[in-house]
C-alpha cells in the first residue's frame, strides 16, 4: 500500500476514534488485514496513533475542565502494571495467539460497549415522564 493510502487510513480512524467508535482497534485490524503487517508491529504503531490522539483530547479536556485529576493517578498506575504484564504477555505468545486475544478483546469490548447503551437508553425511556396516551410529555415542552 502507498504511503498516501494509509495516511488516508489513518486520518479517517482517527476521525472515527474522535467520534467515540473506538479507533486504537480498527487502526490496528487495517494495518494486520489491509497493510499486511505482523500483529506486534500493527500494536506498536497502534500505540503511537493513540499517544498522539489522546495527547488533542487531553488538551481539548483540560480547556473545558473536566480531568479529574485523583482518577487520572489510579488510571495511571493501573495502565503501568497493564503495560507490564502486556509487554510479558506479547513476547511470550505467539503470534496466531495474540491475534486471538485481540480479536477476543475487540469484541468483548464492544459487546460490552453496545450493552451499556442499551441499559442507558432504556433506564432513560423508563424515567421519562408519560401522559395518560403513553405520549412523552418532554417533547410537548411540559
Known amino acids: 500500500m502507498s504511503m498516501a493510502v494509509n495516511m488516508i487510513a489513518a486520518f479517517l480512524?482517527?476521525?472515527l476514534s474522535g467520534l467515540g467508535v473506538g479507533g486504537g482497534g480498527l487502526?490496528?485490524?487495517?494495518l494486520v488485514v489491509l497493510a499486511d503487517?505482523?500483529?506486534?508491529?500493527?500494536?506498536?504503531?497502534?500505540?503511537l496513533f493513540f499517544l498522539f490522539s489522546s495527547g488533542a483530547s487531553v488538551t481539548v479536556q483540560l480547556f473545558r475542565g473536566r480531568i479529574f485529576f485523583g482518577a487520572v493517578g489510579v488510571m495511571i498506575a493501573a495502565g503501568t502494571v497493564g503495560?507490564?504484564?502486556g509487554a510479558l504477555a506479547a513476547g511470550a505468545l505467539p503470534e496466531h495467539w495474540l491475534r486471538r486475544v485481540f480479536g477476543i478483546m475487540l469484541?468483548?469490548?464492544g459487546i460490552l460497549s453496545l450493552r451499556s447503551s442499551m441499559k442507558e437508553k432504556y433506564a432513560?425511556?423508563?424515567?421519562?415522564?408519560r401522559d395518560e396516551n403513553g405520549?412523552?410529555?418532554?417533547?410537548?415542552g411540559e
Open 13 to 15: 480512524i482517527a476521525l
Open 135 to 140: 405520549q412523552n410529555t418532554t417533547d410537548k
Open 27 to 30: 487502526f490496528t485490524v487495517y
Open 37 to 47: 503487517m505482523p500483529q506486534l508491529a500493527a500494536q506498536g504503531i497502534n500505540l
Open 83 to 85: 503495560v507490564l504484564l
Open 107 to 109: 469484541v468483548s469490548g
Open 124 to 129: 432513560k425511556n423508563l424515567s421519562t415522564p
